[in-house]
């Protein structure tokens, strides 16, 4: 006896109840791109750390030269150099400075810093002046003029990175410039992937009839690692429950899936995945090898879900510890059960809200049937007035994975309909482009 299908949100719901943040981890920074900070990244320093110039010029006491013009040029004397690195402080008397370069450090003694453009002896290529001879300043500069200020852009104190935040590449190099090394991270949850049918080859090997190339995988990888997933793992399994589940145990024994060759014991059981994703034989088809292999432990359930594409979910933790989603086998609704269900997963194990992916709302340029009593999420596409229209030539075909290439989201129809209508307003959740 099956049950009455559930809502998306009951299984959904369901599913986070399951899912917990990773414990954090500290991570240098090179290694931290695309990672969730778990803690906030604070400065503990002034950035700048010192006034330093903005311009190749002359550092200069303002007063020396506040009436300087082409007209009445103020003469000084140079005394100093000062270029990027150093940590000279060159003491500047009334009517002398110091040559000075972009980023170096501004004297204490100087209030403001001419451009080698606003003296007289510059011509282009070795205008310089160097000490011990005298620079003609043609315009007067304002105060503190070309001085980047100690602190303009960071104070000790002050919160780089929130935690929660992704750590883009931007923000990666804001951490770099307060001179934070090392960060605390939400470590990627290391998922595995396991396509399951008789029928599934390697692509671009030949199929023979009956045959058809494995796309979950290949898929699945992608999309798992744009959720900042980590992939330790793919393979291919048959129709057959043993098979399947010694597969499952090779992947979860303490010894951890078998790594890349010459991986050690220690590093294999580093790689046990948090998270296991199969794909096929979920349903009620005479060989569906998952269900013949998982149901009767109980620990993962088999569910109907008013969706569609995706009616068959199957979700649990197993005895390892790891989630396990079992997918159904179409790539349209592997695609949009990764999105609805494993990607608010794998963002929740990573301290982010379980949001999904970025929605947006949007006009249909065209109307289409949708079956009645299920939520539909059909592939669409955007017009160049921002307007949308399926996708797939063949319609909501969940097996229509060539058409897929040209999804730019999925418009979610709410289930109580049996058409959508040109003109009608959409939520679209936007796939990784
Ligand atoms: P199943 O749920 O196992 O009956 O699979 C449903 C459909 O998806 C069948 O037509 C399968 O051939 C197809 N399918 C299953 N797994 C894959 C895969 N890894 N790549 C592409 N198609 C698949
Ligand atoms: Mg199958």
């Known amino acids: 006896m099956t049950s009455a299908p559930i809502e998306v949100e009951a299984h959904l719901a369901e599913v986070l109840a399951a899912v917990r943040p990773l414990a954090p981890v500290r991570v240098p920074l090179a290694n931290a791109l695309g990672r969730v900070l778990a803690a906030d990244v604070v400065a503990d320093t002034r950035v700048p750390a010192v006034d330093n110039s903005s311009m190749d010029g002359y550092a200069v006491r303002r007063a020396d030269v506040a009436e300087a013009s082409a007209h009445a040029p103020a003469d000084l004397l140079v005394v100093a150099e ?22 170096a450090p501004v004297p204490s003694d100087a209030d403001a810093v001419v451009p080698v453009e606003d003296t007289a ?80 080859v390697e692509p671009g090997v030949p199929t023979r009839r009956g045959q058809l190339a494995d796309s979950n995988s ?32 090779e992947l979860t024994s303490p010894a951890g899936p078998p790594g890349p060759p010459g991986t050690t014991g220690a590093t294999a059981a580093a790689a046990a995945p948090d998270v296991i994703i199969c794909t096929g034989g979920v349903s009620v088809g005479a060989h569906d090898v998952v269900k013949a292999a998982l149901a009767p432990g109980g620990r993962v359930a088999f569910r109907r879900v008013s969706m569609q594409p995706g009616k068959p979910q ?10 396990c989603f079992g997918l159904p086998g ?10 609805v269900f494993v990607r608010p997963a794998l963002q929740a ?33 955007f017009d160049g007035d921002g307007r949308i229209r399926p996708a797939t030539a063949g319609g909501s075909g969940s097996h229509l994975a060539g058409g897929l290439a040209r999804a730019e989201g999925f418009a979610i129809v709410p289930a109580d309909t049996d058409e959508v209508r040109a003109g009608e307003s959409l939520p679209v959740m936007l796939v990784a482009s």
């Open 314 to 323: 199957a979700f649990g933790r197993l005895e390892s510890g790891a989630l």
């Open 218 to 249: 290949a898929l699945l990888r992608g999309v798992v690692s744009d959720a900042g997933g980590e992939l330790v793992a793919a393979i291919r399994v048959g129709d057959d429950p043993a098979e399947f589940l010694t597969a499952l145990d």
């Open 330 to 339: 179409n790539p349209v609704s592997v695609a949009v059960s990764f999105e």
């Open 121 to 200: 002896e510059y011509r282009s290529g070795d205008g310089w002046v160097t000490s011990g001879a005298r620079v003609r300043v043609t315009t007067a500069p304002a105060a503190g003029a070309f001085v980047r200020r100690a602190g303009s852009d960071l104070t000790p104190g002050s919160i780089v990175l929130a935690a929660g935040a992704r750590l883009t590449p931007y923000r990666v190099g804001a951490a770099a410039a307060a001179g934070v090394g090392a960060v605390d991270v939400f470590p990627a949850p290391r998922v595995a992937v396991i396509a399951t049918g008789d029928e599934l």
């Open 349 to 381: 194990m990573q301290g982010l809200e379980p949001a999904g992916p970025p929605r947006t709302e949007a006009i249909a340029a065209t109307g289409w049937r949708t079956p009645p009593g299920r939520r539909q999420y059909m592939p669409i596409v």
């Open 82 to 103: 000062v270029a990027a690195g150093s940590p000279l402080d060159p003491t500047l008397a009334p009517g002398q400075a110091a040559r000075i370069m972009t980023g």
